[in-house]
């Protein structure tokens, strides 16, 4: 007997377990109410189809139901049955996020709206601006976290403390955030440090949210300074609830230089650090709801340099395994993959560059990195110790027999095989293959692409998704983007970045991004008869209209024009103005063809866009030059900077107003500035 809710593609995969004779029992609604149509040749072996609708069995079949009810409460009594979990809680005002999780097919478990009973206040419609949640992740962040509790973050000054707080307010409602640093505020507040504006941002962030953020000196490492704190914040009205472990020291030598000094330097941020938590908290009796601690993709790949640190991040999985699975206390540790917009891989494009050219990753945006870290959150009892990265099947492939582990080169083999990789262009039965037959069909990409999206985001109709419209705009979050992400990898064997699609992509964009790769790689491989690696990446943006909807990445007005895969190489920044319509107005095309001639270089150069609006008002060029500096430092967190503009046009006032701030705020003189002549 095969009992089926599943639907799509899962249904027809369902009937071909039947066996002779068998019983088919469906008691989802979605298939029969879409008629969706099955072969009878599935239905082969003399079997027999059933089709319960449990609403109208308890209308005319009382007994029945009653009878079975009672059946199933003495099956839980007995612990025979248990509850699917995990269950992921709501407050009244957020049914319709409740339902949406529900109908995106994608949910495990239960999702329960919260009853509130009379005293307590009920928010309806609640925004981000009043404070309250705003999305469906209770899980992470009830009221008691949120309006009542203290979110502590070791290594709070760091990339990630920084960002995640600032989304932490802005997103998720939290109202009190102490951030701990082995400095003092007066030593933070430099604007020669990298995480000046980062701060600045968290400032006005908090004021705006009514929030508060303390900057508190207290070296994870000292367990009295971390008893005091805990201690002294149990006595306020917002308690500790929630702990981010972020602390680290990182300082990469190989094992040959190791030494005892520099082992105890690193690993005390992480291990010392972490331990102390665990036990203040258990002293302190603090009533926490969440504890998760930072690890890395580094120490699941071998990485000699990183001993160190790698031995760190064991210990804090461990740890949460042993909190979890031993004792029933909260823990995560979640291995984070190479974040874009902050943090240390940000400040270190050499070993960003050197881990997505060896290792095949890629960055992953904040945003989606913190919504996963809550995804991850609610499922802590299943898996305490995630691991959240995008990479290049295809580089991981051909490094398999360096990987550490066994279980992880063959778990490489398994997904390679599975994604026809070794052979995209001649034996995919995807998109790939459809498109070599017929190159110039740029429909069919967009159809699939269209029917794929349509499923992720449990649209119950295909013709619901706008192929013109931004994704993010029509209902997609981080978790469908991945898994847009890895669905497009599979099919195509075209991985396009994260960040983009969470940055405006529609389905159209998609498809000419794809079309135009699947294109040029078809060629090349009719030219050279073998695949050559490609230095650069380059994205005719001419074929392609960002949108203003976008996400919440931090670098919000920067695209990636022509990315080069060698370490260190410069990056030029051009200002160019983006029209109404969304397009870009003649500067742009201007900076194409220049970088068609910069390709012949011998260091390659790097190329980022940053689009300004078409009328800035004159009173507030300095404020939007800051903001504009804010996210290219983003990119490129130190100088020499290259910036580009348009002579006599508004780019060039923009360009010299962010000159002057970099000069005469942040004390950097070393800026080249091209001008260019329509
Ligand atoms: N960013 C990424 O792409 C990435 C990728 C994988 C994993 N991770 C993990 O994510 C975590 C945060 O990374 P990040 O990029 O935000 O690092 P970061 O920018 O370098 O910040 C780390 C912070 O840790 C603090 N710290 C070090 N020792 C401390 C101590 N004893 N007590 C208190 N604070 C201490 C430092 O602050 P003070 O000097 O002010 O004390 C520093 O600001 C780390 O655990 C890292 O391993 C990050």
């Known amino acids: 007997v095969v009992i089926n809710s599943l639907s799509g593609p899962l249904l027809k995969q369902s009937i071909k377990l039947l066996a002779y004779h068998g019983h088919f029992v469906e008691w989802g609604k979605r298939d029969v109410f879409d008629r969706t149509a099955l072969s009878m040749f599935d239905l082969r072996s003399d079997c027999s189809i059933h089709v319960i609708d449990l609403i109208s069995l308890s209308d005319k079949q009382q007994d029945i139901c009653t009878d079975m009810l009672e059946e199933m409460v003495q099956l839980f009594i007995q612990k025979k049955l248990k509850p699917i979990e995990p269950t992921v809680i709501y407050e009244p005002s957020q049914v319709k996020e409740a339902f949406l999780r529900c109908n995106s097919g994608q ?18 419609n609640s925004k981000p601006s009043t404070g309250h949640l705003s999305t469906d992740n209770h899980a992470m962040f009830p009221l008691e976290v949120c309006q009542q509790g203290t979110v502590l973050i070791s290594g709070g000054f760091g990339g990630l403390g920084l960002t995640m707080s600032r989304w932490m307010i802005e997103k998720r409602g939290v109202k009190h955030v102490t951030l701990m640093s082995r400095r003092t505020l007066i030593e933070l507040e430099q604007a020669s440090n990298p995480q000046y504006d980062d701060w600045l941002k968290l400032k006005q962030i908090s004021k705006t949210y009514d929030a508060h953020v303390d900057v508190v000196q207290v070296d994870v490492t000292n367990f009295d300074q971390v008893h005091d704190l805990i201690e002294r914040l149990s006595q306020t009205s917002h308690p500790v ?77 461990a740890l949460a395994h042993y909190r979890m699975t031993e004792l029933n206390l909260p823990a995560l540790s979640v291995s984070l993959p190479a974040v874009s917009g902050a943090g240390m891989f940000h400040r270190h494009r050499d070993v960003l560059t050197s881990l997505q050219l060896t290792q095949g990753f890629e960055l992953v945006p904040t945003v989606a990195v913190f919504e996963l870290i809550e995804h991850f959150q609610a499922n802590q009892t299943m898996c305490p110790c995630p691991v959240i990265f995008a990479v290049s099947w295809q580089t991981l492939y051909q490094r398999r027999h360096k990987l550490p582990t ?30 070599d037959s017929n190159l110039n069909q740029k429909e069919v990409i967009i159809e699939r692409t269209q029917t794929a999206v349509s499923r ?68 090349t491989v009719s030219i050279t008869n073998g695949g050559q690696d ?6 005719d943006e001419n074929e392609i209209i960002p949108s203003n909807t976008s996400t919440y990445t931090g670098t919000e007005n920067i695209i990636c024009l022509q990315r080069t895969h060698v370490s260190g190489s410069p990056i030029r920044f051009c200002i160019a103005e983006k029209s109404t319509n969304n397009t870009y107005g003649p500067s742009f095309a201007l900076f194409i063809s220049n970088i068609d001639g910069q390709q012949t270089e011998e260091i390659p150069v790097a190329t980022y866009v940053i689009q300004i609006s078409s009328m800035i008002p004159l009173a507030t060029i300095s404020t939007y030059a800051q903001d504009m500096i804010t996210q290219m430092r983003r990119v490129q967190p130190r100088g020499p900077y290259q910036l580009v503009a348009m002579r006599n046009k508004q780019e060039e006032v923009i360009a010299r107003e962010m000159i002057r701030q970099l000069k005469d705020h942040l004390v950097i003189n070393d800026v080249q500035f091209l001008l260019l002549d329509d």
């Open 534 to 539: 490609m230095r650069t990446d380059v994205v």
């Open 107 to 124: 949910a495990m478990g239960k999702s329960v709206v919260r009853l509130t009973n009379s005293s307590e206040p009920l928010y309806v």
């Open 241 to 317: 609830r929630g702990i981010i472990h972020s602390a680290v020291v990182a300082e990469d030598r190989s094992l040959g230089n190791l030494t005892q000094e520099h082992l105890a330097r690193v690993l005390a941020a992480k291990v010392h650090g972490a331990w102390i938590f665990h036990q203040v908290i258990q002293l302190t009796h603090a009533s926490i709801h969440f504890f998760i601690m930072f690890s890395s993709i580094r120490n699941h790949l071998l990485e000699l340099a990183a001993a160190s640190y790698n031995a760190g991040n064991q210990f804090l999985d």
């Open 406 to 435: 066994f279980h992880l080169s063959k778990i490489v083999e398994e997904r390679h095989a599975a994604m026809n990789l070794s052979n995209t262009s001649s034996t995919s039965s995807g998109i790939n293959s459809t498109i």
């Open 456 to 523: 992720l985001l449990g649209a119950t109709n295909v013709d619901r998704i706008l192929v013109d419209r931004p994704l993010v705009s029509q209902g997609m979050d981080s978790l469908a983007a991945l898994s847009l992400y890895n669905w497009l990898g599979q099919e195509t064997g075209i991985f396009i970045p994260l960040a983009d699609l969470l940055q405006g992509f529609s389905i159209e964009t998609i498809a000419t991004v794809v079309h135009k790769k699947l294109n040029e790689r078809h060629e």
